[in-house]
T-cell receptor, first 113, second 115 residues
Framework: ETGVTQSPTHLIKTRGQQVTLRCSSQ?????VSWYQQALGQGPQFIFQ???????GRGNFPPRFSGLQFPNYSSELNVNALELDDSALYLC????????????FGSGTQLSVL | TQLLEQSPQFLSIQEGENLTVYCNSS?????LQWYRQEPGEGPVLLVT?????EVKKLKRLTFQFGDARKDSSLHITAAQPGDTGLYLC???????????????FGQGTILTVHP
């Protein structure tokens, strides 16, 4: 059983650019969520996808968008990057059902200069 | 905004000491989870508590969920250097019958156990 994998592991962008982060869910998991973790902070919920539809969103602006594909892999897109977007972006997957265990990937470290 | 406050933010102790990390909120959660995160890695789930007053033990770690389901604690007995890491509490709220599973995380407690 493969775990949650994210790519790339590190990324450097400049302000105003756009970025796409990718996540492959653990086998058999149909729910994926994305979190942003700033340095020294706990992760903050961005949004969740269940069977290719967004079914929950945190307090993030519309320039944060996502997709989930039929194979349950997922993308996080961020437009018009700002300096404060510099953070570790974590993808997590689980089977359907709130109390199912959540598995996190190792994250993508994004630096915006 | 639901907030989970963790304390202390930093903890530096010697091997063999005991410690307790607290997680408090003004909101009621359906369940509360504890995670451990190491540098360069994602959080790894340690335990989920769902019933008010529940106590769970995982070897030297003891987790407690408050009676009102607003607070939790993590107690480590005889800490070892391998326990070093960032400990995060996270609360979940059910939303009807959907799979909506937003987790609200605390800011974390950085634990360092010196040999």
């Amino acid at each position: 059983e493969t775990g949650v994998t994210q790519s790339p592991t590190h990324l450097i962008k400049t302000r105003g650019q756009q970025v796409t982060l990718r996540c492959s869910s653990q086998s058999g998991h149909n729910t994926v969520s994305w979190y942003q973790q700033a340095l020294g902070q706990g992760p903050q919920f961005i949004f969740q996808y269940y069977r290719e539809e967004e079914n929950g969103r945190g307090n993030f602006p519309p320039r944060f968008s996502g997709l989930q594909f039929p194979n349950y892999s997922s993308e996080l897109n961020v437009n018009a990057l700002e300096l404060d977007d510099s953070a570790l972006y974590l993808c997590a997957s689980r089977r359907g059902g709130l109390n199912e265990k959540l598995f996190f990937g190792s994250g993508t470290q994004l630096s915006v200069l | 905004t639901q907030l989970l406050e963790q304390s202390p933010q930093f903890l530096s102790i010697q091997e063999g000491e005991n410690l307790t990390v607290y997680c408090n909120s003004s909101s009621v959660f359906s369940s509360l989870q504890w995670y451990r995160q190491e540098p360069g890695e994602g959080p790894v789930l340690l335990v989920t508590v769902v019933t008010g007053g529940e106590v769970k033990k995982l070897k030297r770690l003891t987790f407690q969920f408050g009676d009102a389901r607003k607070d939790s604690s993590l107690h480590i007995t005889a800490a070892q250097p391998g326990d070093t890491g960032l400990y995060l509490c996270a609360g979940a709220k059910n939303a009807g019958g959907t799979s909506y599973g937003k987790l609200t995380f605390g800011q974390g407690t950085i634990l360092t156990v010196h040999p």
